[in-house]
């Protein structure tokens, strides 16, 4: 087992099942600001927990729900989610934590805590080996495939809304399997459609959403500059933590773009979101490498995020701070010396792929 690549048990439902034993009280948490993945995995192993009578397992989460469709995905699949606000860790003789690992900032259990179970498909990170029970899955599309897996090891019925659940999850960490995804993965995909409930996915996936939510993109686009193949948006005071990776999807399918980076400031955090569409486990890496020293973050292959926290900060120290990511981000994608362009710039076309 070589940590950096992640490992799996054998028979790792079975396995994490006989660990958990007759303990009955499980906390399940997701990550900071849960995505459909994280819902959706957390979903399945309360599920899977669910199988033994009187025991009570309970899905955690910190922050927002911030997306229209992720709103839609708890409220139409009826997944019960608790903030950790209102829950004391100390009262569950289990911990879990699904899509995110120990001490990676992005999860809301106490440093002193280690979570009992991790189930994850980012890169394996040092203190979660430390955990009883781990699989971790670097090269998986998504968490979503590895619940499906634990599901159907155990050989239990997935009904309608779970599968809607696991195959949205599947569906938005892959970008509808347009980022790195695998055999697996595939596999999963197509267990889950013939399962899951159409009309209810459909609803998920187009829900209404508010003016504002239009103004925001304007902003962001009127916002963003192109240096090279590269692409910034600093998009100002956040709503919605969620949208910077919004943003920087959206951006990313513009020609000649092979990188974006998105960020605002939310609470008292600026988030970053990257993305590419270049191979090789690289937007985690420059994700972590462009926060280095000023907050936390990491991710995969195409799609990482981050956080750097900036309360008490004036607003000219915080300019400095984005200032100091874009810079970083630049260098360490060789177009630091690219003369940044606004997007809405009006004369000739650059070209990404040419010398300005
Ligand atoms: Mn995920």
């Known amino acids: 087992m070589r940590a950096s690549k992640g490992y799996t048990p054998d028979h790792p439902a079975e396995t994490m099942l006989s660990l958990v034993g007759q303990k009955r009280a499980i906390l399940i948490m997701c990550h900071n600001n849960p995505d459909p993945d994280t819902i959706a995995s957390a979903a399945a192993l309360k599920y899977i927990f669910a199988q033994t009578p009187r025991r009570k397992a309970v899905v955690g989460y910190q922050g927002t729900i911030g997306r229209a469709e992720n709103r839609q995905l708890v409220k139409r699949l009826k997944i019960d989610m608790v903030r950790t606000t209102d829950l004391d860790f100390n009262d569950f003789s289990v911990i879990a934590l699904v899509d995110s690992q120990p001490h990676t900032g992005n999860n809301a259990i106490p440093r002193n805590i280690l979570p009992h179970i991790v189930i994850d498909h980012h890169p394996m990170r040092r203190d979660t080996a430390q955990c009883a029970f781990y699989d971790i899955r670097p090269r998986y599309g998504s968490s979503s495939t590895i619940l499906t897996e634990y599901l159907r090891e155990l050989d239990l019925t997935i009904d309608r809304r779970l599968a809607t659940a696991l195959y949205y999850g599947l569906k938005t960490d892959t970008n509808g399997l347009s980022r790195s995804f695998m055999k697996a993965d595939l596999d999963a995909f197509n267990y889950l459609f013939p399962r899951i ?62 990188w974006t980076l998105c960020m605002g400031e939310y609470k008292d955090f600026l988030l970053l979101s990257v993305r590419t569409s270049r191979r090789g486990m690289m937007a985690g890496k420059v994700t972590l490498r462009v926060v280095k020293g000023l907050g936390t973050g990491g991710g995969h292959e195409k799609a990482a995020g981050g956080k750097i926290g900036i309360e008490g900060l004036k607003p000219e120290e915080r300019a400095q701070v984005a200032q100091k990511v874009t810079d970083r981000f630049l260098k360490l994608l060789g177009v630091q010396d690219r003369e940044g362009r606004p997007l809405t710039a009006t004369t000739p076309a650059g070209d990404g792929g040419r010398k300005a």
Do not use: C
């Open 197 to 258: 409930a159409p009309r209810t996915l459909a609803g998920i996936e187009n829900p209404s959403v508010p003016k504002s939510y239009y103004l925001k993109f304007a902003d962001a686009i009127a916002r963003s500059v192109q240096y090279g193949d590269v692409m910034i948006s600093h998009m100002g005071t956040l709503n919605n933590p969620d949208v910077t990776a919004e943003m920087a999807d959206f951006l990313l399918r513009m020609e000649n773009i092979r």
